[in-house]
């Protein structure tokens, strides 16, 4: 056997990241794939890989070198486990299965028990970057064993993004802690999408820019504290010209976004996690009332604003604009990283916050700048309980507060939909408020239910007799 790692799945993810495999030094790269027309395509297309083309899973497990190590990059779902179940036939104790794939993590928490019972080891791997990252350098977010880890390791910082110096990939933790990582990336990815979009919605209806505009506008943004990937490619879409028609692409393309479902899922797990992740849930949500245009088309006729927003100082507000971005971007990452506390506490993972940011640097959709100083922020207090209280965030958003609302209030009264910019903010005073009114909740709550309230004033459990005299008996009495 020649090759040190091998590759199931050659669509295009798969076909990428082989390449890039096969680029590294050190590297012999086995590839199979269900039809073998697609393999065949991919040795062609690319002598220089030096391939090894395999036509059965016989001929694949033979091809590799012990322990086997095998990256899966088929859709999510049942494939991966037609894939898994054909590679623990062929393969033995020691090997190395990874599913590269958006597995949800409770699957793949599922397939590593199964998989590790037979005595070969399963890696869920979320990875990061789209194509171009699997080519080039993804971002890689693998879970499973040391033992797997201390193979795959070396392998996975070959062909892994590079930030200053440092490859973008870590062992996140056991079984689906890579996968529950690489969800709540892509979770902040939609918040991120939706805010910048509501940006965009902003400055073009109130700031009254055009599209190429815009882009200038984003590319300038880009080069301060908002320079991510994100941003990059918003400032090229809004560039672009429709062929067709001569007008803004942007304008010809339908408004309704789609959705593969990982934003869903983080959303999901933040519910049961109790965790509120809710500006990642409104980007969620305004996908999904995006592409009800039944809905959308009885409503239009709705009434609407209540105040023209005149925008004297376009400066001003594009300034204005900005600082609302930054601040409901801060909340968004602090919120998923919120997320990944409560998960790791959960499912007993072991990850390190900081190390997570590292690895988001560079390769994956969401890379930013200011990830470095999130790695920071947990450097400096490992125990930090909420992103947003660290003292740069603090100040940030701080610093940000007067345009946020401004932003946020004024397109309540434009009648402009700001759903992620608007509950952002909501979180954010509703984290620092010094008494919600979850008091009266509980009353309500108390009252119905029996379900009995605390006192700020004495320790125990109460309950007021509400269909009685309204006294209050302790909780304990009432049992
Ligand atoms: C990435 C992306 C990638 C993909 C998602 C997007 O990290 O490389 O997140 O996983 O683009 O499938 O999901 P939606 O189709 O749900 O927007």
């Known amino acids: 056997p020649q090759a040190n790692i091998g590759v199931v799945g050659l ?11 096969a680029s590294r030094e050190g590297n012999t790269v086995a590839i199979f794939n269900r039809s073998y027309e697609k393999t065949e395509t991919l040795i062609t297309d690319h002598p220089e890989a030096g391939f090894i ?34 590679l623990t036939k062929v393969f033995e104790p020691g090997d190395i299965i990874v599913d590269g794939g958006n597995a949800l993590f409770t699957d793949t928490i599922r397939r590593e028990a199964a998989v590790r019972a037979t005595g070969i080891n399963f890696v869920g791997a979320g990875i990061s970057g789209g194509e171009e990252g699997a080519l080039n350098g993804p971002s890689i977010m693998p879970g499973g064993s040391t033992e797997a880890w201390q193979t795959l390791g070396p392998i996975l910082r070959s062909i892994a993004a590079v930030a200053d110096g440092e490859p973008c990939v870590t062992h996140v933790g056991t079984d689906g802690a890579g996968h529950f990582v690489k969800m709540i990336h892509n979770g902040i990815e939609y918040a991120d999408m939706q805010l910048i ?17 815009i882009a200038e506008i984003f590319a300038e943004w880009n080069r301060g504290e908002l320079e991510s990937y994100l941003i990059e490619i918003t400032a090229e879409v809004l560039k672009q010209v429709d062929a067709t028609t001569g007008k803004p692409l942007v304008d010809v393309i339908l408004d309704q976004a789609g959705a593969k479902g990982t934003g869903a899922w983080t959303v ?11 500006g990642i849930a409104e980007a969620v949500f305004a996908r999904s009332l995006s592409s009800k245009p039944a809905q959308r088309a009885a409503a239009r006729e709705l009434p609407g604003a209540v105040d023209a927003w005149e ?31 409560a998960g790791a506490e959960q499912y007993s993972w072991d990850i390190r916050k900081g190390e997570i940011a590292k690895i988001w640097r560079a390769g994956c959709i969401i890379r930013a700048q200011f990830l470095n100083r999130i790695t920071e922020a947990y450097a400096e207090n490992p125990e930090l309980v909420a992103l947003v209280t660290a003292p740069y965030f603090a100040d940030a958003v701080g610093g940000a507060l007067p345009a946020w609302r401004r ?21 954010y005073d509703g984290l620092r408020a010094d008494r919600l009114s979850a008091a009266l909740v509980q009353g309500q709550r108390d ?8 006192r700020v004033d004495q320790e125990g459990t109460f309950h007021t007799l509400w269909s009685g005299d309204r006294s209050e008996i302790s909780a304990a009495d009432a049992h």
């Not at 919605?201 to 820019?209: H, K, M, N, Q, T």
């Not at 300034?319 to 971005?325: G, K």
Request: cysteine-free; aromatic content about 10%; glycine content about 8%.
């Open 197 to 213: 979009a509501e940006a965009y919605d902003l400055l073009r209806r109130v700031g009254g820019l055009e599209p190429a505009e």
């Open 53 to 86: 083309a395999t036509s059965t899973y016989d001929e694949f497990a033979a091809a590799l070198q012990k322990p086997r190590t095998a990256i899966i990059m088929v859709q999510a779902g049942r494939g991966t486990d037609a894939v898994i179940d054909a």
């Open 311 to 341: 925008v004297t100082d376009r400066a001003a507000f594009v300034e204005d604009v900005r600082r609302a971005l930054y601040a409901s971007k801060i909340i968004a990452y602090s919120q998923g990283f919120d997320a990944i506390v």
């Open 268 to 278: 999901q797990s933040a519910l049961d996690l109790g965790v509120p992740v809710s």
């Open 407 to 427: 932003i946020v209030s004024g397109a309540a009264l434009a009648g402009i939909p700001t759903p992620t910019f608007a509950s952002s903010l909501s979180y």
């Open 11 to 21: 669509a295009v993810m798969g076909s990428n990241l082989a390449r890039n495999l």
């Open 447 to 454: 009252f119905f239910g029996a379900h009995t309230y605390k």
